[in-house]
């Protein structure tokens, strides 16, 4: 499950109706191409659609068998309907070791245990409320274990939507 637009607004309002709140955003690199999966799929592929370079490269001529090649996937990757799923499992179970759950009639939604952070989960996008750096950093460290993390903490950009704070105004 992802967010919705309402969640999101919601904790927007409430970044800025509490005092000392800021807002940043964060955001797992190649999340689905890292996820290990459960059993190995199989795919085929037409050798003739496969460019030159690459062909050469991995040396598939030998490889080609009545005009395809076969290929082993071992983690996730695009397209394939249950990467999604599987990577959320896979960052839900990281996540749950340090302090983090997933508000229970929210979904999406998640909290911290005792730290005052709160931050909506859009697929790997992470809009995340803190109130102190040290709650900020424990969330983004806690990623960073797992994943390659590009971190924005202006928070100006989330779900495609352009944000310029003014926390005093």
Wanted: with cysteine; hydrophobic share 40%.
């Amino acid at each position: 499950p992802t967010t919705d637009l309402p969640i999101i607004k919601i904790l927007w309002n409430s970044v800025l109706s509490t005092k000392g709140a800021r807002f940043m955003v964060a955001d797992i690199e190649n999340f689905y191409l890292g996820t290990p999966m459960e059993r190995p799929e199989y795919m085929r592929l037409p050798y003739k659609l496969i460019l030159q370079e690459i062909k050469d490269k991995y040396n598939l001529t030998d490889l080609e068998q009545d005009g395809w090649i076969f290929t082993k996937i071992i983690r996730g990757m695009y397209g394939l309907p249950q990467a999604g799923r599987l990577a959320n499992l896979l960052l839900t179970k990281q996540l749950k070791k340090h302090g983090y759950y997933e508000c229970q009639f929210t979904p999406s939604l998640w909290r911290h245990v005792w730290r005052s952070t709160t931050f909506a989960l859009v697929v790997d996008d992470f809009g995340i409320k803190f109130t102190g750096d040290s709650h900020a950093n424990h969330l983004i460290n806690t990623l960073k274990r797992y994943y390659n993390v590009k971190v924005d903490t202006t928070g100006g950009l989330f779900v495609g939507i352009k944000l310029e704070w003014d926390y005093e105004k």
